[in-house]
T-cell receptor, first 115, second 115 residues
Framework: GAGVSQSPRYKVAKRGQDVALRCDPISGHVSLFWYQQALGQGPEFLTYFQNEAQLDKSGLPSDRFFAERPEGSVSTLKIQRTQQEDSAVYLC?????????????FGSGTRLTVV | DQQVKQNSPSLSVQEGRISILNCDYTNSMFDYFLWYKKYPAEGPTFLISISSIKDKNEDGRFTVFLNKSAKHLSLHIVPSQPGDSAVYFCAARRNYGGSQGNLIFGKGTKLSVKP
């Protein structure tokens, strides 16, 4: 597609429920990033994939968070046993390798609310 | 500890005048700096970038200045237009050394351009 697509746009989960957030990057983009944006804050890095390899997961806040990109295209961010502090907008971004000067292209995000 | 700081949460400017958005950083290992614009309910949109080896980059109405000795950068918008009203995020890339690095964002500055 023309842009980075994320689904669902909105998700309400009961505390303790597992959720899965999907990201479809721009076709051909090698790099894929997940960010978490809390209300009134800037996006915070969660994890980074180059093709199917997860090269950096240092930003994942706990072992309840898991991300995968098995075929090097679509990625899923899974949160197990959701907590209220997980409420945030989850942003996915993709880019071609070596083109940071053109920026990373972000999707519109998934707004997760844990009740 | 915040590595990228935007100390002004908001800025109001008259249409046609100059908007100056400021950003400070602490990590001298950052190799690229980017500005993103964000409208409500949308993902951040890339605006302009600058390499750490440059001190200025210009694209139409947007100019970014980098002062490495002061660890400070600024975004100038001239002339400002009402459509520029949005939240502006400053971001810095930490290079992994060969592969792409992740972006570290400030908290954002909300710009309001009044007609």
């Amino acid at each position: 597609g023309a842009g980075v697509s994320q689904s669902p746009r909105y998700k309400v989960a009961k505390r303790g429920q597992d959720v899965a957030l999907r990201c479809d990057p721009i076709s051909g983009h090698v790099s894929l990033f997940w960010y978490q944006q809390a209300l009134g804050q800037g996006p915070e890095f969660l994890t980074y994939f180059q093709n199917e390899a997860q090269l950096d997961k240092s930003g994942l806040p706990s072992d309840r968070f898991f991300a995968e990109r098995p075929e090097g295209s679509v990625s899923t961010l899974k949160i197990q046993r959701t907590q209220q502090e997980d409420s945030a907008v989850y942003l996915c971004a993709s880019s071609l390798t070596g083109t940071v000067n053109y920026g990373y292209t972000f999707g519109s995000g998934t707004r997760l609310t844990v009740v | 500890d915040q590595q990228v700081k935007q100390n002004s949460p908001s800025l109001s400017v008259q249409e046609g005048r100059i908007s100056i958005l400021n950003c400070d950083y602490t990590n001298s290992m950052f190799d690229y700096f980017l500005w993103y614009k964000k409208y409500p309910a949308e993902g951040p949109t890339f605006l302009i970038s600058i390499s750490s080896i440059k001190d200025k980059n210009e694209d139409g109405r947007f100019t970014v200045f980098l002062n490495k000795s002061a660890k400070h950068l600024s975004l100038h918008i001239v002339p400002s237009q009402p459509g520029d009203s949005a939240v502006y995020f400053c971001a810095a890339r930490r290079n992994y050394g060969g592969s792409q690095g992740n972006l570290i964002f400030g908290k954002g500055t909300k710009l309001s351009v009044k007609p």
